[in-house]
Nanobody, 125 residues
């Protein structure tokens, strides 16, 4: 059974860092497009970062570019999202998702086939 589990969320101060992880079971992440999304209260879910299979190409939303870094750890079948210089506007539930294709078609939600349960990130002083 395919399952994605996020971890690493929590409370951070503005300017701080958090590292999210998404661990998969039932599938090898390296062969597929993986995306990180977030949803703040009262807002639509939005794409944060998305990576083609094997990490051949990784893209970021303008709002996080230069602050967030997505990486793959194939040995652990895990995808990470390193979040630096956090801002209160980064507060949201963060989700990882997999698209059963090698190439991503951007941060379009309906292109992703399986989702994790989400992890809360709160940035506040």
């Amino acid at each position: 059974q395919l399952q994605l589990v996020e971890s690493g969320g929590g409370l951070a101060q503005p300017g701080g860092s958090l590292r999210l992880s998404c661990t998969a079971s039932g599938i090898t992440l390296d062969s597929y497009c993986i995306g990180w999304f977030r949803q703040a209260p009262g807002k639509e879910r939005e794409g944060v970062s998305w990576s083609d299979g094997s990490g051949s190409s990784t893209n970021y939303a303008d709002s996080v570019k230069g602050r967030f870094t997505m990486s793959r750890d194939n040995a652990k079948n895990t995808v990470n999202l390193q979040m630096n210089t956090l801002e209160p506007e980064d507060t949201a539930v963060y989700y990882c998702a997999i698209s059963l294709s090698y190439y991503c078609s951007g941060p379009v939600i309906y292109n992703y086939d399986y989702w994790g349960q989400g992890t809360q990130v709160t940035v506040s002083s």
